[in-house]
């Protein structure tokens, strides 16, 4: 009796080992997953979201995300196979094959993401469903473990028909649409069932993500190249063939205007695109947020009237459109987006944003060139000897000036301020690419790859870059050397008026990461304001120059006359402009960087700068001013030496002001029938004179005393 009582025991011990464990575990899956699961019937009804409204930093309407929900129920039998075959053939392809989840699906995207580094989902129809209508956008392993028991609920209680039908009625494709015949009416003015093969495999690649591959978003074409993609694997799957691939792909898609009023269009999009990437697609679209941007209506207006009245003008010059940005560098607050001459021009593609897209900004990188040149101990007052000159390499690289001529010994001032190309090319021979792609990543380009990509072009704008980066980059010499990224977005709060998030940036002093000395900063800057050395490309009274302030600016054009810029600033504002072809093709005419992009600049600068005083750079500390000999760049000899140099002033950052004095000069052997420096090792036909040399840090030698005229080569086309 004993040894029963004994194993009654054991056994009642055993039993609470394991009820209460599962106990526990039933508890805690109930009150963490099953205890709010809201129900797969919903699926039928749908909830109205609350609009999201986007202001201008002064409280003016932008733009309203889902004024209403735009949704219009149809039938699976209405809506056209091609829509129903293109979606589950980019979406879920066996859909019709597995249940609720798929398990080779989330293998096949496992092993893609493990081994191949790409990220590639796994869920089904049925689990995007559930989470698009049912539940909330985190992402976390309990609302994952949510999903797919909604999505096992979902399977048993609907037909796979039905949940494709439910699923075709009731995701978002952008905007106010939700459903496929919304969107139908929304981008082609038609309904669902009209709808062809093209334009159906267009409208089932914008669920994944409507802002990216919208057409009328930031990049419309991504929307393309997800439509051929979706097509291609159609036809890899049997539901079309490789001629009416073909032809859908290269049928011309004619879209709808948006309907909805939106001001500064470009720039909305580009913030509800940030905000997406933040805080989720259905957040944004269906949370009701409020946006307060650093955007300034009054200012997004006149840059938009400004170039759109410019290239007008440009007509002749085969330029049909134009874009400006404006910033404040101290914070990094947008105050004007105009991405293109206009928002809904069909003739130039007027809604791709080109302050977002890669081009080429010929000269107008110089100035990051140069500020590597300062941090390795050249000055301003470093002589380049500009002649006709070619690099080694696989290919020999020959640079040319924008004017065609060669300047003799030119000093850094000068060659930045006229943007001569030879000097820029030198500097970056001593500088490395490496080095200028280093220092241009930290001021804020994002695109530069390996250095190995580039050669001594990239100083030239060989290497291609944003608008918005270029603003962050040239904010960097308005900040005296602080990085300061954009903020486009001021403020965010929900539509319970919880605030999500709010810039409130210090008006003094400058923050951000230093990247730059500030007596480099000041240096360049000080340079790009000096209108007297800018002179021979430029002249006395170009669109450069906003009266006698102190505005610094820098152009740039590209080789072949496709991309036209103008960046300038103050330590409150800068304004960029470009001017071009969207489909990339030349312009004619621009005879200099002041021609296209310039104008716009001065317009806007102008406006913005007007009564408004403008204070001189203040100068550091670490930077000193001495006078050197104007061609040398070296010391000058003392008062009432013969032939004493003539004289200037130059900023130095201390430590790198020159010690050397000006030889004057010197003897020297010269040709007698060039009358010019002879050559190394040259004996024959030489005599030795007393001239005035300049030998600049390659080791070039150019005489200035000698009277031989400065050879000009054939200006390139």
Request: proline share 5%; hydrophobic share 35%.
């Given at each position: 009796m004993k040894h029963i009582r004994k194993i009654a025991r054991r056994l009642v011990k055993l039993y609470w080992m394991i009820l209460l464990p599962l106990f526990l575990f039933s508890s805690l899956f109930y009150f963490f997953i099953l205890k709010d699961l809201p129900s797969p019937t919903k699926l039928a009804s749908s909830t109205i979201p609350q609009s999201t409204k986007i202001y201008d930093r002064n409280g003016s309407l932008l733009y309203t995300i889902y004024a209403d929900r735009n949704q219009t129920f149809v039938p699976l039998s209405e809506i056209p196979k091609s829509v129903q075959k293109a979606t589950?053939?980019?979406?879920?392809?066996?859909?019709?094959?597995?249940?609720?989840?798929?398990?080779?699906?989330?293998?096949?995207?496992?092993?893609?993401?493990?081994?191949?580094?790409?990220?590639?989902?796994?869920?089904?129809?049925?689990?995007?469903?559930?989470?698009?209508?049912?539940?909330?956008?985190?992402?976390?392993?309990?609302?994952?473990?949510?999903?797919?028991?909604?999505?096992?609920?979902?399977?048993?209680?609907?037909?796979?028909?039905?949940?494709?039908?439910?699923?075709?009625?009731?995701?978002?494709?952008?905007g106010t649409s939700y459903g496929i015949e919304s969107a139908s009416q929304t981008y082609f003015g038609k309904k669902a069932r009209e709808l062809t093969l093209a334009e159906a495999a267009l409208l089932a690649g914008l669920p994944e993500a409507p802002s990216t591959y919208s057409p009328f978003g930031a990049y419309p074409e991504l929307g393309k190249k997800r439509q051929?993609?979706?097509?291609?694997?159609?036809?890899?799957?049997?539901?079309?063939?490789?001629?009416?691939?073909?032809?859908?792909?290269?049928?011309?898609?004619?879209?709808?205007?948006?309907?909805?009023?939106?001001?500064?269009?470009?720039?909305?999009?580009?913030?509800?695109?940030?905000?997406?990437?933040k805080y989720g697609k259905k957040v944004v679209e269906e949370g009701g947020l409020l946006v307060t941007t650093s955007l300034d209506l009054t200012t997004q207006e006149y840059a938009q009237a400004s170039v759109a009245a410019e290239v007008a003008g440009l007509k002749g010059y085969r330029v049909t459109n134009g874009a400006a940005l404006?910033?404040?560098?101290?914070?990094?607050?947008?105050?004007?987006m105009v991405g293109s001459r206009g928002y809904f021009?069909?003739?130039?593609?007027?809604?791709?944003?080109?302050?977002?897209?890669?081009?080429?900004?010929?000269?107008?990188?110089?100035?990051?060139?140069?500020?590597?040149?300062?941090?390795?101990?050249?000055?301003?007052?470093?002589?380049?000897?500009?002649?006709?000159?070619?690099?080694?390499?696989?290919?020999?690289?020959?640079?040319?000036?924008?004017?065609?001529?060669?300047?003799?010994?030119?000093?850094?001032?000068?060659?930045?301020?006229?943007?001569?190309?030879?000097?820029?090319?030198?500097?970056?021979?001593?500088?490395?690419?490496?080095?200028?792609?280093?220092?241009?990543?930290?001021?804020?380009?994002?695109?530069?790859?390996?250095?190995?990509?580039?050669?001594?072009s990239l100083t030239l704008g060989g290497?291609?870059?944003?608008m918005i980066d270029m603003a962050v980059a040239f904010g960097v010499f308005a900040n005296g050397g602080y990085r300061i990224d954009l903020h486009p977005v001021l403020k965010v709060v929900d539509k319970r008026g919880k605030v999500l998030e709010e810039y409130n940036p210090p008006q003094s002093p400058i923050f951000g990461k230093k990247v730059l000395p500030s007596g480099v900063?000041?240096?360049?800057?000080?340079?790009?304001?000096?209108?007297?050395?800018?002179?021979?490309?430029?002249?006395?009274?170009?669109?450069?120059?906003?009266?006698?302030?102190?505005?610094?600016?820098?152009?740039?054009?590209?080789?072949?006359?496709?991309?036209?810029?103008?960046?300038?600033?103050?330590?409150?504002?800068?304004?960029?402009?470009?001017?071009?072809?969207?489909?990339?093709?030349?312009?004619?005419?621009?005879?200099?960087?002041?021609?296209?992009?310039?104008?716009?600049?001065?317009?806007?600068?102008?406006?913005?700068?007007?009564?408004?005083?403008?204070?001189?750079?203040?100068?550091?500390?670490?930077?000193?001013?001495?006078?050197?000999?104007?061609?040398s760049g070296l010391l000058p000899q003392p008062e009432g030496t013969p032939d004493r140099c003539q004289t200037r002033k130059e900023f130095f950052i201390k430590g790198t002001e020159p010690r050397l004095l000006d030889k004057g000069r010197q003897k020297v052997f010269i040709d007698k029938?060039?009358?010019?420096?002879?050559?190394?090792?040259?004996?024959?036909?030489?005599?030795?004179?007393?001239?005035?040399?300049?030998?600049?840090?390659?080791g070039n030698r150019f005489c200035l005393s000698c009277p031989h005229p400065v050879p000009s080569p054939t200006p390139t086309p």
């Open positions: 589950i053939a980019i979406e879920d392809k066996d859909f019709y094959r597995h249940g609720a989840i798929d398990l080779r699906g989330i293998a096949r995207a496992a092993y893609s993401t493990l081994f191949h580094k790409k990220l590639q989902g796994g869920s089904t129809l049925t689990q995007q469903l559930v989470k698009t209508t049912l539940l909330s956008p985190e992402r976390t392993i309990q609302r994952k473990v949510k999903e797919v028991i909604l999505s096992f609920i979902t399977e048993m209680l609907y037909s796979k028909d039905r949940i494709l039908e439910m699923y075709l009625n009731q995701v978002p494709y952008g051929e993609i979706i097509l291609s694997k159609m036809q890899e799957q049997g539901y079309i063939t490789k001629t009416e691939k073909e032809k859908a792909q290269k049928e011309q898609l004619k879209f709808q205007k948006i309907r909805n009023v939106i001001r500064a269009p470009h720039f909305v999009l580009y913030v509800k695109d940030l905000l997406e990437q404006v910033t404040k560098p101290g914070t990094g607050e947008i105050l004007a021009s069909e003739e130039t593609d007027g809604n791709v944003n080109i302050t977002l897209q890669h081009l080429q900004p010929g000269s107008s990188i110089k100035p990051i060139n140069y500020a590597v040149g300062l941090l390795k101990g050249y000055t301003a007052a470093t002589p380049f000897v500009d002649e006709k000159v070619c690099f080694s390499g696989p290919k020999p690289y020959c640079p040319v000036n924008y004017d065609g001529k060669f300047h003799g010994a030119v000093q850094m001032r000068y060659a930045l301020g006229n943007s001569f190309n030879i000097p820029a090319v030198q500097m970056l021979k001593l500088n490395t690419v490496e080095d200028m792609i280093a220092t241009a990543t930290a001021m804020g380009i994002t695109t530069f790859d390996s250095p190995d990509t580039y050669g001594l290497g291609e870059v944003r900063a000041f240096i360049i800057s000080n340079i790009l304001q000096d209108n007297g050395a800018r002179l021979e490309a430029f002249g006395p009274n170009s669109a450069l120059r906003i009266g006698n302030k102190p505005v610094a600016v820098k152009t740039g054009t590209t080789n072949d006359y496709r991309d036209n810029w103008t960046i300038g600033y103050t330590p409150e504002i800068l304004v960029a402009a470009w001017v071009g072809n969207n489909d990339h093709t030349p312009m004619s005419g621009i005879a200099s960087g002041v021609t296209g992009a310039a104008p716009i600049w001065h317009n806007i600068m102008g406006h913005l700068l007007e009564g408004e005083t403008v204070p001189l750079p203040h100068q550091p500390s670490s930077v000193i001013e001495k006078f050197v000999c104007a061609p029938t060039t009358n010019d420096l002879a050559k190394q090792g040259q004996t024959d036909n030489v005599e030795e004179r007393d001239e005035i040399v300049v030998t600049d840090s390659l």
